[in-house]
């Protein structure tokens, strides 16, 4: 068994100094902040699911949930401003296009904090 002396008592971490430390890219805390909100609605996690399979409207995307058309379009709003889908315009149409980028940068951030906690647990084994 190794004894560990500290020379200075360990800072507590607050969310700014983790995310800092562990963060060397530059994805912003807002664009995180505004994509973890916008997954967080079971809602708008299966909207994004169902465009996984290839663009959309906004009536197609709306036929599965048991809520009116304003509604959806409120958390497309969501999603769109956090960056996760784009609307266009064709014709009368307006498909909804998935935009990978956010969720990429989100599963960057989670990965290193994955890799901690593997190196962690594994350091409590040996």
């Known amino acids: 068994m190794r004894r560990v002396i500290l020379t200075r008592p360990p800072r507590p971490y607050t969310n700014h100094s983790l995310f800092n430390r562990s963060v060397h ?3 912003s805390p807002d664009r995180l902040n505004s994509t ?3 997954l ?3 809602t708008r996690r299966a ?3 169902r465009l996984a399979a290839g663009n959309a409207s906004v009536t197609k995307l709306a036929r ?3 809520m009116s058309l304003p509604a959806i379009s409120k958390h497309l709003k969501v999603l769109e401003r956090a960056g996760l889908i784009t609307r266009g315009r064709e014709a009368q149409w307006r498909p ?3 935009q990978t ?3 990429k940068e989100a599963v960057d951030w989670l990965e290193r904090y994955r890799r901690f906690w593997d190196q962690t647990f ?3 084994d040996a």
Request: hydrophobic share 50%; charged share 25%.
């Open 36 to 38: 973890f909100a916008a």
């Open 64 to 66: 599965p949930f048991d």
């Open 40 to 42: 967080a609605d079971p």
């Open 47 to 49: 909207i994004l699911a």
């Open 101 to 103: 980028r956010p969720l």
């Open 122 to 124: 594994d350091r409590l």
């Open 25 to 27: 890219h530059t994805v």
């Open 96 to 98: 909804c296009r998935l």
